[in-house]
């Protein structure tokens, strides 16, 4: 099975299952037919899966009342929707840059892979507090910002350097929270998730060391290729976790420079 045949069945695809789809055997995925650069297009979604109107959408809740399973369904309903964006960006990326090098593609395969299993770990444990994945309304957050990806370092400088390194805060914030409310678990869960994100920027920080014009720093790179929707300040959250960002290869001065903005 071609790269690009897995991105299509998981664009193509509308419903859930269509997203977790991945060969048994990873062995049977063959680059050799990579096919034209395919503009962005929003995927498939089956009706439980649409995107909501902007009135529609719930306030996401206050840290303080993850200990309500209402409110623990709502936190991890959005967070199961970054992941499942995460996926239908990453197939897309298979598609759209058929020019990558080889390694930059199969690496992008590895992080589909994580991010289906973020997406089932989160949809089990909404089911788990009694909710339904699919049952709230969802934003388009990453869709928005799609179009203007036009290139593998501008996807890494939004994706992996911006949502997954803003994420080295978000993930470690929200399981102290849960876990202050005693949900051991699903602060175990985010836990899991914080160690493979690190994998994630870190395959952005290689990949934007080998893009990036060797003049420039690592953080000029990142900046001068951020688009629309996707400010240098999203890329922290509360509590800045400096050794989760050398663990994931940036200098220091990329750490500084990010912090002090
Ligand atoms: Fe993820
Ligand atoms: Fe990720």
Redesign the pocket.
């Known amino acids: 099975m071609e790269l690009r045949e897995l991105a299509r069945r998981i664009l193509d695809g509308g419903r859930l299952e269509d997203k977790y789809f991945f060969p048994d055997d990873p062995g049977v995925l063959a680059d050799e037919v990579r096919g034209p650069a395919m503009p962005w297009e929003p995927p498939a979604r089956c009706p439980e899966l649409q995107i909501a109107p902007r009135g529609e959408r719930l306030k996401f809740p206050s840290p303080q009342n993850l200990g309500d399973p209402e409110m623990a369904v709502r936190a991890l309903h959005t967070f199961a929707n970054h ?1 499942l964006m ?1 996926v239908e960006l990453m197939a897309w990326a298979l598609v759209a840059y058929p020019e990558a090098p080889a390694e930059f593609r199969a690496g992008m395969v590895r992080l589909l892979r ?2 289906q299993r ?1 997406l089932r770990l989160y949809a089990d444990r909404i089911e788990e507090l009694g909710g339904r994945f699919g049952s709230l309304p969802m934003n388009d957050h990453f869709w928005r910002c799609a179009a203007d990806l036009t290139t593998p370092m501008k996807w890494i400088c939004a994706m992996n350097l911006t949502f997954e390194q803003g994420n080295l805060d978000h993930a470690p914030h929200f399981a102290e929270h849960f876990r202050t409310c005693g949900d051991e678990k699903t602060a175990e869960l985010l836990d899991v ?1 914080f160690e ?2 690190i994998h994630h920027v870190g395959f952005g920080v290689r990949w934007l060391k080998e893009f990036k014009d060797p003049e420039q720093s690592l953080f000029e790179a990142y900046v001068e290729n951020l688009t629309f929707h996707n400010e240098p300040e999203r890329a922290r959250g509360e509590g800045y976790r400096r050794d989760a960002r050398r663990r994931a290869g940036f200098d220091e001065s990329f750490i500084a420079a990010l912090a002090d903005l």
Do not use: K, Q
């Open positions: 992941e995460a994580d991010e973020h998730i493979d994100e």
